[in-house]
């Protein structure tokens, strides 16, 4: 079952990456309930996040913050800080295209204190500009250019 669910998922961010949506969806569902069945929570989390990313670019937020929010929960559960931030990320950019930004900033700042506690200068970048985005979108033009600039020091140190 492990294995079936993992195939599954990377048909599926293949049919993703070719931006064939619907196959996509299709098998992100399959290895969901194979990962469901089987109690591989790891799985269903990543799962969950990756099927909550592909609601959201077709506008279905709330079927994206309830997957984002369940890969969350899964990841608090487990203890995985790498899970954990991915879910707060996706979060933040969920409510961020919903307008929500108070809400998209709590998420986003959640994202980069784990980013740095785990030293991933490339989930550290991502926050930081996704931050930057959120002022810019609230018109703080001198943050959004600080965490722009973060961004940059960290892109040119990798």
Not at 12 to 24: S, W
Not at 60 to 89: E, F, M, P, V
Not at 139 to 149: C, G, M, P, S, V
């Amino acid at each position: 079952g492990h294995w079936k669910s993992h195939s599954l998922g990377n048909l599926a961010n293949a049919y993703n990456a070719l931006g064939k949506y619907h196959q996509a969806l299709d098998y992100y569902h399959q290895g969901l309930k194979i990962a469901q069945e089987i109690k591989d929570l790891d799985n269903e989390g990543m799962i969950l996040n990756n099927l909550g990313t592909i609601y959201s670019s077709q506008k279905n937020y709330a079927r994206a913050i309830s997957c984002h929010q369940k890969a969350l929960d899964i990841a608090k559960q487990t203890g995985d800080l790498s899970n954990i931030g991915a879910a707060s990320g996706s979060l933040g950019n969920v409510f961020h295209r919903l307008g929500k930004y108070n809400l998209a900033l709590e998420y986003h700042q959640q994202n980069l204190s784990i980013a740095k506690q785990i030293r991933s200068p490339k989930s550290q970048g991502a926050a930081m500009g996704n931050l930057g985005n959120v002022y810019f979108a609230l018109k703080d033009y001198h943050k959004a250019l600080d965490y722009h600039r973060q961004q940059l020091q960290i892109a040119e140190k990798n």
